[in-house]
């Protein structure tokens, strides 16, 4: 028995994974999400360090949280 994903899933390990940044309210409430497209963590984590703007940014890969990262005061 093989342990190669099924031949519609095969392709999925080579995508960029899929991680998505959550804009937050003062309160910690989502304002809204954005979908980031990133080869690493690495990468990632820039993309959402540069959408703080006043706002807190939490960076999730799926249901792992990554980071949070605090609006500058």
Do not use: C
């Amino acid at each position: 028995m093989s342990n190669d994903p099924p031949p519609e899933r095969a392709d999925l390990r080579h995508e960029a994974a899929r991680y998505r940044a959550l804009i937050l309210d003062q309160g910690g409430r989502v304002l809204t999400m954005t979908a980031i497209s990133a080869e690493s963590d690495d990468i990632a984590i820039e993309a959402a360090k540069s959408m703080v703007d006043g706002h807190a940014v939490e960076l999730w890969d799926g249901v792992r949280f990554i980071e949070n990262f605090a609006p500058a005061e």
